[in-house]
Structure formats: C-alpha cells, structure tokens
C-alpha cells in the first residue's frame, strides 16, 4: 500500500520569507501527485499536480514543486510567501483506477507579518 | 457556474437519528469520492463510485453507505449517529481519464452530541 509523509506538522515563516513544505512517498509504480491547500472551514483546492515529463512543475499562486524519484520526494516551493498563504497543506498521492487519493498527514502554515 | 455543493454545511444531532449528507456537481464527472476529515489530520476515503449505480468501500471503515442513482448526486447516509461519527465529511469529484485532480467540495462539519 502507497503511503505519503509530511514530517513537518507546523512550520512558521515571515512574509516575503521563502518557503519548502516536504513531501516524501511511498509507491511502486510512477506516481500521480499532488499538493491542496485547505484554509479553515473550507474544502481542498488544488496548487500543483505531477504525472510525467518536466520534474518541476508549477502552479496557482506562485507555487511550484519537485519530483525527485531518487529521493522519492514532491516537495512545495514558494520563493516569497504572503501572509494570505497562512493555511493547512497536504501532499497526496494518487492510485487506482478511480485514482482515489492518499494524503499526508498535512503541514500547517503560519506567517508572520 | 461548475462546481460540486455539499449541503448541509454544520449539522449537531443527537444520537441515535438518522442523516443524510448530500454532495451534487454540475461538472458531469463520472467519478465521485467521500472523505473523513478529523480536525487538523489528514483525509481518509471513506467511499468512492465510478459512476451511476457505482460504489466501492474506500481504506476507512465507515459505518456510513452511500448511493449513486444520479450522475450529479452521490448522498451519504449514516442510519444510526454516535458520537464516534463526529468529523468532517469532504465530497469530491474529477472528470475521467488519468490525469485529471480531484476537485473538493467545502465540506460538511458533523457534530453528534
């Protein structure tokens, strides 16, 4: 079974600070990931998606991330954070024919004005 | 406008009664997802369906079943709330082919007193 890890649960930057939010899987195959954003009360939007081709991709609001197969890592990137970027983050991964998908435990982010 | 509505949006009932959550989307997906969501841990798949009169139990044990009787419309029924039962419940869809996300909607907030 695929398993994905955010072994950071809380991380707190200032504003115009550079940000790198960890992801690491755990899959056979080559892997569909992926990173949402969930601000409080709200469901899950998407930032960014992987399924083959250039290793970085980008995203909505100034997102990118990073597949390395060696390292079996997706991580999120963000050159200058902004304070309305405060919000929990999960990495997830993909699998099945109905491509359900499998989260992290996600990665609270708090800036600092 | 597309999108995928979740209704309602809180909901405190009392053990013992019987509710339905209901999840629609205008977007025509085939594909349709519930998740549980405890505050501030990771997502759980908890049903999925691959279209109409399509459904699959997802990795967590749920208590709850689920019905697809509308390409648009994927309710989720718990007969008998406990307090256990109190979470987050996230509906999803995503169009077919391998490549496309998962889009969420906001959410319903369950309380069972």
């Known amino acids: 079974a695929q398993s994905v890890t955010q072994p950071d649960i809380h991380i707190t930057v200032s504003e115009g600070a550079s940000l790198e939010l960890r992801c690491n899987y755990s899959?056979?195959?080559?892997?569909?990931l992926f990173w949402y954003v969930q601000s409080p009360g709200q469901g899950l939007q998407l930032l960014l998606k992987?399924?083959?081709?250039?290793?970085l991709v980008q995203g909505i609001k100034g997102f990118e991330a990073e597949f390395k197969r060696s390292q079996s890592s997706f991580n999120l990137r963000k050159p200058s954070v902004h304070w309305s970027d405060a919000a929990e983050y999960f990495c997830?991964?993909?699998?099945?024919?109905?491509?359900?998908?499998?989260f992290g435990s996600g990665t609270q982010l708090t800036v600092l004005p | 406008e597309a999108d995928i509505y979740q209704t309602p949006r809180y909901l405190v009932i009392g053990t013992g009664k019987k509710i339905t959550l209901e999840c629609s989307q205008t977007?025509?997906?085939?594909?349709m997802y519930w998740y549980q969501q405890d505050p501030g841990m990771e997502l759980h798949l908890i049903h999925y369906?691959?279209?109409?009169?399509?459904?699959e139990k997802g990795d967590l044990s749920s208590e709850s079943t689920v019905s697809r009787i509308r390409t648009e419309h994927f309710p989720l029924t718990l007969e008998s709330a406990r307090p256990s039962h109190t979470s987050q419940y996230l509906c999803?869809?995503?169009?077919?082919?391998?490549?496309?996300?998962?889009?969420f909607g906001p959410g319903t907030r369950l309380t069972v007193l």
């Open positions: 999803a869809s995503r169009a077919g082919g391998p490549h496309n996300e998962q889009f």
């Open positions: 899959y056979g195959a080559t892997p569909y």
């Open positions: 992987y399924f083959s081709g250039d290793t």
């Open positions: 997830a991964v993909g699998e099945g024919s109905a491509r359900q998908l499998t």
């Open positions: 977007m025509g997906h085939d594909k």
């Open positions: 369906s691959y279209g109409v009169n399509s459904t």
